[in-house]
């Protein structure tokens, strides 16, 4: 069946780095559009960022933009999240989702999450 | 501040209907479809409605959709216990060329 298991969760200092990973099974991982979505304690959910089906497109949103970087590996099914310059308020569980065929499909079907702590 | 408006609590009794509502403006919701999601407690995000009102396999016609101009609504009919979740909307929003969600909504079953 359709899977996607996080990985690469845990605690990291203010400024610290951490890379998040995907590994994805049961559906053809290169023609969905990939996401990363998260949710701190208590919180809503708040998208991260998505690429597209070949790689060739990334989009993130502002409160990440310039600190995270999404890439994906379309031989070995995975998805990462590159987090450079963490913050407190980065500190959330991440959720990597499956889209669409292009950037506006929904999120199909979710992993279980990764919680990334930010704390000194 | 989300740009997805929802109301954070609704509650109802069981067998009941109810309705989430998920306001937003032309560059989301006005030009792009809506999903939404159901997230049970300590558990991940589920898809509930996508394209404003279709259901993924699986999902039981209790649950609909629909959207009007720059709203968004989620019915669920003959609530049951189980139904207690948060509920969230979803959209591309085409000015920031990003995904933007409403804050939630509590459901409780009374």
């Known amino acids: 069946q359709v899977q996607l298991v996080e990985s690469g969760g845990g605690v990291v200092q203010p400024g610290g780095s951490l890379r998040l990973s995907c590994a994805a099974s049961?559906?053809?991982?290169?023609?969905?559009?990939m996401h990363w979505v998260r949710q701190a304690p208590g919180k809503g959910l708040e998208w991260v960022a998505l690429?597209?089906?070949?790689?060739?497109?990334?989009y993130y949103g502002d409160s990440v933009k310039g600190r995270f970087t999404i890439s994906r590996d379309n031989f070995k099914n995975t998805l990462d999240l590159q987090m450079n310059s963490l913050r407190a308020d980065d500190m959330a569980v991440y959720y990597c989702?499956?889209?669409?065929?292009?950037?506006?499909?929904?999120?199909?079907?979710w992993g279980q999450g990764t919680m990334v702590t930010v704390s000194s | 501040q989300s740009v997805l408006t929802q109301p954070p609590s609704v509650s109802a009794a069981p067998g009941q209907m109810v309705t989430i509502s998920c306001s937003g403006s032309?560059?989301?919701?006005?030009?792009?479809?809506v999903s939404w999601y159901q997230q049970l407690p300590g558990t991940a995000p589920k898809l509930l409605i996508y394209e404003n009102n279709k259901r993924p396999s699986g999902i039981p016609d209790r649950f609909s959709g629909s959207k009007s101009g720059t709203s968004a609504t989620l019915g669920i009919t003959g609530l049951q216990t189980g139904d207690e979740a948060d509920y969230y909307c979803g959209t591309w929003d085409s000015s920031l060329s990003a995904w933007v969600f409403g804050g939630g909504t509590k459901l409780t079953v009374l």
């Open positions: 989702a499956k889209g669409g065929a292009t950037i506006k499909g929904p999120f199909h079907i």
């Open positions: 690429i597209v089906s070949d790689g060739s497109n990334r």
């Open positions: 049961g559906f053809i991982f290169n023609t969905y559009v």
């Open positions: 032309s560059s989301n919701i006005g030009n792009n479809y």
